[in-house]
């Protein structure tokens, strides 16, 4: 049986799609592009979202257009086989992990099609009853790293919770200033990423003083190296894992079991390989909360809409986009997000 269960079997007709292109300025100092695939069919409209995060890859999709040979009568299931099948990169991806992004656009704007095709919602489908999305928003202090970006954003909302990625140059003052936000609810180390703009070396100094600083905070992707065991021995149930989790093999390898992993949907690679690793989460007592890759569009709905039906209650970093605009506006929604579930398709919002 499909690790989908009856959701494998929905029947799917495409009849044609399109690109879309998005793009917005964000507080880390780049502009984000992304796509929206949106797929037709019997007068509906099924929309994923690629979240490949080089531009130059985002420009060649595009460029390329809808070429893919998607049209037919599929099951959902069989649909997914034959996305596995296509080269969906008129060149090469400029990072690994991409094509994993990639496929589970389209598998997402699938999903939503055949929903959407049969007038069920994503949670009517598998008997779930979505619920209000506790989140955070995960930030970068600038450098030189400054309170700005925080004080920002507590000033217009005073109950916001963060998830912030600590670096070397974060003194005793700026922690100190930090810790009196009582507004930190999770860390990031970036231990785990290697060859991109967020790495962060293993720093035993850095360790010490964050770990020690915010006793109640999850402490994610720390790199394990003979100078932060130590320091890291007495904290591994707050540890999370992140940017090495993609299948149940990578929850299997770690080097002790979690009590809680980031889960990534585009970083699956797929809607099976997401399904099957929030089974074995389940059936294992892991505790899961969603994260975002700068979705643009209505991948960060969808991000959310899983949130609310998997793992509603834990620090979901899956904020609505408008928090992470150079200048956060007004009027953003607060923490717990209310149901948004649109009534048929894999929509929120």
Same mark, same amino acid.
Request: aromatic share 8%.
């Given at each position: 049986?499909?690790?989908? +269960?009856?959701?494998?079997? *929905?029947?799917?007709?495409?009849?044609? #799609?399109?690109?879309?292109?998005?793009?917005?300025? $964000?507080?880390?100092?780049?502009?984000?592009?992304?796509?929206?695939?949106?797929?037709? +069919?019997? +007068?509906?409209?099924?929309?994923?979202?690629?979240?490949?995060?080089? /531009?130059?890859?985002?420009?060649?999709?595009?460029?390329?257009?809808?070429?893919?040979?998607?049209?037919?009568?599929?099951?959902?299931?069989?649909?997914?086989?034959?996305? &596995?099948?296509?080269?969906?990169?008129?060149?090469?991806?400029?990072?690994?992990?991409?094509?994993?992004?990639?496929?589970?656009? #389209?598998?997402?704007?699938?999903?939503? %099609?055949?929903?959407?095709?049969?007038?069920?919602?994503?949670?009517?489908?598998?008997?779930?009853?979505?619920?209000?999305?506790?989140?955070?928003?995960?930030?970068?202090?600038?450098?030189?790293?400054?309170?700005?970006?925080?004080?920002?954003?507590?000033?217009?909302?005073?109950?916001?919770?963060?998830?912030?990625?600590?670096?070397?140059?974060?003194?005793?003052?700026?922690?100190? &200033?930090?810790?009196?936000?009582? /507004?930190?609810?999770?860390?990031?180390?970036?231990?785990?990423?290697?060859?991109?703009?967020?790495?962060?070396?293993?720093?035993?100094? %850095? #360790?010490?003083?964050?770990?020690? /600083?915010?006793?109640?905070?999850?402490?994610?992707?720390?790199?394990?190296?003979?100078?932060?065991?130590?320091?890291?021995?007495? $904290?591994?149930?707050?540890?999370?894992?992140?940017?090495?989790?993609?299948?149940?093999?990578? $929850?299997?390898?770690?080097?002790?079991?979690?009590?809680?992993?980031?889960?990534?949907?585009?970083? /699956?690679?797929?809607?099976?390989?997401?399904?099957?690793?929030?089974? #074995?989460?389940?059936?294992?007592?892991?505790?899961?909360?969603?994260?975002?890759?700068?979705? *643009?569009? $209505?991948?960060?709905?969808?991000?959310?809409?899983?949130?609310?039906?998997?793992?509603?209650?834990?620090?979901?970093?899956?904020?609505?986009? +408008?928090?992470?605009?150079?200048?956060? &506006?007004?009027?953003?929604?607060?923490?717990?997000?209310?149901?948004?579930?649109?009534?048929?398709?894999?929509?929120?919002?």
């Amino acid at each position: 049986m499909s690790v989908l +269960g009856d959701l494998g079997t *929905l029947p799917l007709h495409l009849e044609g #799609y399109e690109l879309e292109r998005l793009q917005r300025d $964000v507080s880390s100092d780049f502009t984000r592009v992304s796509t929206h695939i949106r797929l037709h +069919g019997d +007068g509906e409209e099924g929309i994923g979202e690629d979240v490949t995060y080089d /531009a130059e890859d985002q420009d060649a999709l595009q460029e390329a257009g809808a070429v893919q040979p998607l049209d037919g009568k599929w099951t959902l299931d069989a649909f997914c086989d034959h996305v &596995a099948t296509l080269d969906l990169w008129p060149r090469p991806a400029l990072r690994p992990p991409s094509v994993l992004y990639r496929r589970w656009a #389209y598998e997402s704007a699938a999903l939503d %099609l055949a929903l959407r095709q049969n007038g069920m919602s994503l949670h009517e489908a598998l008997g779930r009853e979505p619920r209000p999305v506790n989140f955070v928003v995960s930030l970068r202090l600038g450098e030189p790293p400054t309170m700005q970006p925080i004080e920002d954003r507590l000033a217009r909302y005073p109950t916001l919770k963060f998830k912030l990625d600590p670096v070397s140059g974060w003194d005793e003052e700026l922690i100190a &200033a930090l810790v009196a936000t009582g /507004a930190v609810d999770s860390v990031d180390f970036k231990g785990m990423y290697v060859g991109t703009v967020v790495d962060q070396p293993a720093d035993p100094l %850095l #360790y010490r003083r964050v770990v020690e /600083a915010f006793p109640d905070a999850w402490i994610e992707d720390p790199k394990l190296t003979p100078e932060t065991e130590p320091v890291l021995a007495s $904290v591994h149930d707050r540890i999370t894992w992140d940017a090495i989790i993609h299948t149940v093999d990578d $929850v299997k390898a770690l080097p002790f079991a979690p009590r809680m992993i980031n889960v990534k949907p585009s970083r /699956a690679g797929g809607l099976r390989p997401l399904f099957e690793l929030n089974r #074995y989460c389940e059936e294992h007592g892991i505790q899961r909360y969603g994260g975002g890759q700068f979705e *643009l569009g $209505v991948g960060r709905g969808q991000i959310q809409y899983l949130a609310s039906i998997f793992h509603p209650d834990t620090p979901n970093d899956v904020a609505p986009g +408008g928090y992470n605009d150079v200048e956060p &506006a007004d009027g953003l929604p607060s923490s717990p997000l209310p149901v948004a579930a649109h009534p048929t398709g894999f929509r929120w919002g």
